[in-house]
């Protein structure tokens, strides 16, 4: 794109993005499946930020200040700027809408980027953007799942697309778009990530012969990979360290996942209203989620797998297996698939997670074909349909604002959690649902996280000590005459990384034994020969947190030089 047709682009993905937006622009945030959790997130970074911690592992306030290791398995990375706006004083909800802006901006310019790349016609950029944003799938994301890392990993589906055809079909010099396309779904949704991995892999097969002669491409895929699994190694480290450190309930829904009873019946690839009825046991009965595409998207395409199946050149035929692979998707989501036989596939957990592959790539299909059927009416065309489609899908999500629980702007994070717009438990859950949604990185255990003692308690269940301070990650408490070689609960969830300290009544500092209680999940310590003085439990980290931190940071600056190195040689 020319300076011009750029600045007009960055307008449009501007106002489609408030567009998709539109019934948050004067009022708040609709608490919808998993919203109470990412604002959750935001208010947690928040509060570490000014608690002095800048890379927090754990949340240590949330789930009854036992704390929540939610930084550790879901990364927070993207949730810095939202959490900076709360803290300079921009409410919860405004800063959530500020960052559900920024996602849909990005998601329809790096659209509009791949579908440039694809075509070089401005006509069907402009329409691949809208189309991808305004997708039933992504807006029922937005608007009914509150499913906040898929709409972050929605701007990078596009960036890992145009890194796949460049290493693959185009110059494999191009290969950063690789690195930053899977950097960005790394950072933002593992599920999504891992169906991209899958993806690539779909990609080799089908173009086996081309990598296989010319091994530069197979060469630079390798080193994509490494770079990207180096960027983001201060977070993909530590998670798997974790992972394999104790069992979580991650592990026990993970493989207890039905993924037939999840998968679409037919019924449900016309449904074309979004409902916004309220959902489950605590909201009340009535939501039943739009988790198909919508009309255009997978009707256009249709032209498209014989528009391009001339393989005249390498982005028809990149076309015409997008055309292929998308429709696959799509109806991979059906009831008609074995998804029984599939058991190493249940960490996707809903098999219509694949309609966010199948938009990212039915969307610039679509596009190139309605702009190629039309030709020289196509700006026309376009221009119709977008305006069209911005009010159809504008009528669709303005009843979001009827929804009867909302943050206002004007409401505190208290207003989540205290009973001011819901039941802080959700029904029956063991913990503070809001902060916790589904308990996914909880150790499996029997305690019930709203009854048990917040207290020190010894191995009779007695309660030692009450009186206990915590600031940020440091926990702290006195007791008095307590037995020798004593095991002391303390109420805090054990993760990896936890320390622990007394000072005895001569002043000296020693150090604890820690571990996990097996039945409560809880951390536990023995007093060793202290009877009676303070103690200290902190989560310090481990050995492998500061070692990928610190290969990250290497990676940084090699990357920084290696740019530098570049640019000077270019000019």
């Known amino acids: 794109m020319q300076k011009k047709q750029k600045y007009l682009f960055f307008v449009f993905c ?47 306030y949330k789930n009854n200040n036992f704390g929540y290791a939610s930084p550790l398995f879901y990364s ?46 401005t006509q069907a950029a402009y329409l691949a953007s809208f189309l991808y944003v305004f997708s039933l799938y992504r807006l029922t994301d937005v608007y009914v799942r509150g499913a906040l890392g898929e709409v972050l990993a929605f701007v ?17 010099n191009q290969w950063s778009w690789l690195m930053a396309g899977y950097a960005g779904l790394v950072l933002s949704h593992n599920i999504t990530f891992y169906l991209m991995v899958i993806i690539l892999i779909v990609f080799l097969v089908l173009r086996f012969k081309k990598w296989s002669a010319e091994k530069t491409r197979f060469y630079v895929i390798i080193k994509a990979a490494l770079w990207a699994a180096g960027l983001c190694f201060f977070y993909l480290g530590p998670m798997l360290e974790q992972l ?67 393989n005249k050149t390498s982005q028809s035929d990149f076309l015409f297996w997008l055309s292929l692979l998308g429709f696959s998707a799509y109806f991979l989501c059906s009831r008609l698939f074995p998804w029984e036989y599939l058991a190493w596939m249940r960490i996707i957990q809903f098999p219509w997670r694949l309609m966010s592959v199948a938009s990212l790539f039915l969307c610039p299909v679509a596009a190139i074909t309605m702009v190629q059927f039309f030709d020289k009416y196509s700006t026309r065309a376009v221009f119709i349909l977008v305006i069209g489609g911005l009010i159809v899908g504008v009528i669709r999500i303005m009843p979001v604002q009827d929804r009867p629980i909302m943050l206002n702007v004007d409401m505190s994070y208290e207003s989540l959690i205290d009973g001011t717009l819901l039941d802080p438990y959700y029904g029956n859950s063991f913990y503070v649902r809001p902060e916790v949604a589904g308990a996914d990185y909880l150790p499996v255990s029997q ?107 290497i990676t940084i600056c090699l990357w920084l030089i290696r740019r530098r190195i570049d640019l000077s040689q270019k000019g």
Not at 156 to 172: H, Q, R, T
Request: glycine share 8%; hydrophobic share 45%.
């Open 14 to 60: 501007l106002i489609i993005a408030v567009f998709s937006l539109a019934p948050y622009l004067t009022g708040g945030v609709n608490l919808e499946h998993d919203t109470c959790f990412h604002l959750s997130r935001i208010e947690g970074l928040a509060r570490s930020f000014k608690d002095g911690i800048y890379m927090p592992r754990i949340y240590p």
């Open 244 to 310: 394999i450190s104790q069992e979580f309930y991650l592990h026990y829904y993970a493989a207890s996942s039905d993924l037939t009873s999840t998968a679409l019946n037919a019924w449900q690839y016309t449904e074309m209203s979004l409902n916004f009825a309220v959902s489950n046991v605590a909201y009340g009965p009535g939501q039943a989620m739009t988790t198909n595409l919508g009309l255009l998207i997978p009707v256009l395409p249709l032209l498209g797998i014989f528009l391009f199946h001339d």
């Open 447 to 553: 305690t019930d996280y709203r009854t048990v003692s917040q207290c020190v308690v010894n191995e009779d269940n007695q309660n030692i000590s009450c009186d206990i301070e915590k600031k940020g990650y440091k926990t702290s408490f006195n007791v008095e005459n307590v037995k020798n070689n004593t095991w002391l609960q303390i109420p805090i969830t054990y993760y990896k990384g936890y320390t622990a300290f007394a000072v005895d009544a001569n002043n000296n500092k020693i150090a604890l034994t820690l571990r996990k209680n097996k039945d409560s999940g809880l951390i536990e310590i023995n007093n060793k020969d202290v009877t009676s003085g303070f103690f200290v439990i902190t989560y310090s980290g481990t050995g492998i947190q500061k070692g990928a931190l610190i290969v990250s940071l």
């Open 76 to 121: 927070d990375f993207f949730l810095v700027i939202p959490a900076l706006l709360y803290n300079a004083g921009v409410s919860l909800a405004r800063s959530y809408q500020l960052l559900l802006l920024g996602c849909s901006f990005f998601s329809a310019w790096f659209m509009g980027k791949l579908t440039m790349r694809l075509n070089q016609k």
């Open 156 to 172: 990078f589906l596009p960036v890992a697309l145009v890194g796949i055809y460049e290493v693959l079909w185009g110059n494999e």
